[in-house]
C-alpha cells in the first residue's frame, strides 16, 4: 500500500474513536504520507492536541480565528496544501456541516475551502447512524464526491452492536491508497440487485436486495484496473465511477444481457439475487380480488451463472450464495452444481445481508476457504477482488485467447 507523497490534512472530531487517531497518523505516514492535523472543540475532550502533534510532527491546529496560527500556514493555505482532507473519527455533527455547508469552524471552513479530495471515516452510535438525516447528510456528501470510508460493523464504545464504529486505521489507509490495477486489461461482467417477475401490470415478485454488495464488487474490480460491464435489476444506486451500467428488470432480460457481454469477458460476477421463478403468463389486466384464494403458476427462471459458467473458452466465474442455514454444505453444493471457481458466501435473513451496508462473507474454492468476516461491503468487496485476481492469475491470468 502506497500513499508515497500524498499530503493528507487529517481533521479528528469528537468521537471516541478519536483515541485511534495517533495510530492512524502512523500508518499513514508508514504509507508515504505527509500528515497535517486539525481539531475539532469535540476532539480536544478525548485526545490532546500535544499528542497529535507529537506523531505528526507538525502543530496540531485548532481555532479558526487563531492569529498566530494563521500567521504561519493559514487556513487558506492549508486547504490549497492537502492532496485529501481525511476526516476521521467523522461524527453525525461535521457530516451535517460539510453537507450544508456551515463553515461553522476551522475544519468546516477549511472542507469549503479545498479542491483536495474528501474522505470521511463515519463514527458514531448504531441508531445515529441509520437516522435518516445522517443518511440524507452522506448521500448528499457521496452525490458530490466525498469519499465514505466505512463506517464498520462491531462492538461500540456505548455498548451497542452493529454499524457506526470507525474503521480501524490500515482499513483506512487501505481506502485511501486504492487498489493496484492488479486487473488491468480483463474485462469483467457484474449482475447486482434483485429482479423483478410481473405478475400483471402493478405486481411483480421480487427480494430485498438493494444492489449495494453489487456495486461495490464492480466498483472494486474498475479500482483494480478490470473494465466492468454492471448489469443491474431494479435499484436505486449510482453508477461507480468507471463502469458500464446495463439496467435489466427480468431475469430473462438479465441472462441475455449478460450473454452478450461475455462475448468479450474475463470474468464474471454473480452478485443478483435472481428469482429463482416467474409467473408462468402475465395478467393482462390488475388482477382483482374474488374472494377466494389465488393460485399462481410459477416456472423456473434459467440460472445465469450456470450459464456463464459453461461458457467455453471458460471465463473465471464468481458466484454468491444466499443462505439462512448450512453456509458451507450450501456454498460448496452451488460451486459443484453451478461449475463456479469461487462462490461468496453470506448468512441472510432479518436485517442481514440484504439492503444493509455491512456483509459477512466467507468465500470457497475447491481447495482454499477465505473468511473475509463482518465489514462495510465496500470493503469485502476489495478483499474478494483481491482472491479473484490472486486466483486468475494463478490459472495463467484467466486472459480468454
Ligand atoms: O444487494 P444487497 O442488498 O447488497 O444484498 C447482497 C446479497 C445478499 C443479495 C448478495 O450478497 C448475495 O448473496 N447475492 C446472491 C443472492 C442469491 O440469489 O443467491 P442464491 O444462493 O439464490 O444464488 C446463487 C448464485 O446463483 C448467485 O450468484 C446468483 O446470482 C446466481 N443465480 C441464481 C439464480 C438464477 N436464476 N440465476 C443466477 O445466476
Known sequence: MTLNGRKILLGVTGGIAAYKTPELVRRLQEAGAEVRVVMSAGAEAFITPLTLQAVSGHRVRTHLLDPEAEA??????????????????????????????????????????TEARI?????????????????????????????????????????????GRMLDPDEIVAELGGSEPVLAGLRFVVTAGPTHEPIDPVRFLGN??????????????????????????????????????????????????????????????????????????????????SGQPLTLQLVENPDILATVARRRPKPFVVGFA???????????????????????ANRVGHDRGFDTEDNTLEVFGAERHWNLGSRAKRILARELVAIIAEQMQQDGNGKKQ
Not at 441472462?255 to 454473480?270: S, W
Open 72 to 113: 504561519g500556514m493559514g487556513h487558506i493555505e492549508l486547504a490549497r496544501w492537502a492532496d485529501d482532507v481525511l476526516i476521521a473519527p467523522a461524527t453525525a455533527q461535521v457530516i451535517a456541516r460539510l453537507a450544508h455547508g456551515f463553515a461553522a469552524d476551522l475544519l468546516s471552513t477549511l472542507a469549503l475551502a
Open 119 to 163: 474522505w470521511i471515516a463515519p463514527a458514531m452510535n448504531r441508531v445515529m447512524w441509520d437516522a435518516e438525516a445522517v443518511r440524507e447528510n452522506c448521500r448528499m456528501l457521496v452525490s458530490r464526491g466525498v469519499k465514505l470510508v466505512g463506517p464498520g460493523v462491531g462492538d461500540q464504545a456505548c455498548g451497542e452492536q452493529g454499524p
Open 208 to 289: 430485498r436486495s438493494s444492489g449495494r454488495m453489487g456495486f461495490a464488487v464492480a466498483e472494486a474490480l474498475a479500482e483494480a484496473g478490470a473494465r466492468v460491464d454492471l448489469v443491474a435489476g431494479p435499484v436505486k444506486l449510482s453508477t461507480p465511477p468507471g463502469v458500464q451500467r446495463l439496467d435489466v428488470t427480468t431475469a430473462s432480460e438479465m441472462l441475455e444481457v449478460v450473454t452478450a457481454r461475455m462475448e468479450n469477458a474475463d470474468g464474471f460476477v454473480g452478485v443478483a439475487a435472481v428469482a429463482d421463478y416467474r409467473p408462468e403468463s402475465l395478467a393482462d389486466d390488475k388482477i382483482k380480488k
Open 322 to 344: 444466499a443462505e439462512t442455514r448450512d453456509l458451507e454444505r450450501a456454498a460448496r453444493g452451488k460451486l459443484e452444481a453451478k461449475g463456479a471457481d469461487l462462490i461468496a
